[in-house]
């Protein structure tokens, strides 16, 4: 399964800065990005709850569960 096909709305992730977001759309493939909301970033704690497009390949992993103790494989 690619990269982009992890990548569904509802899909938690972890960003190369530590930072954790929600998938809220689709990646567009065009511009190679993804519509998230960030739950936690721990090196700007501003930018908790805050929406933007995402560079996929920010993108380092994803949870497979609610559970945000342990993500479920590298997509990067």
């Given at each position: 399964m ?18 954790t ?56």
């Amino acid at each position: 399964m690619s990269k982009e096909e992890q990548l569904q709305p509802g899909t938690t992730i972890q960003l190369s800065d530590g930072s954790t977001a929600l998938v809220l759309a689709p990646p567009d493939l065009q511009a190679y990005t993804v519509r998230v909301r960030y739950v936690d970033a721990p090196f700007a704690a501003a930018q908790a709850g805050a929406e933007s497009d995402c560079p996929i390949d920010e993108i380092t992993s994803w949870y497979s569960s609610e559970d945000l103790k342990h993500t479920e494989g590298r997509i990067a």
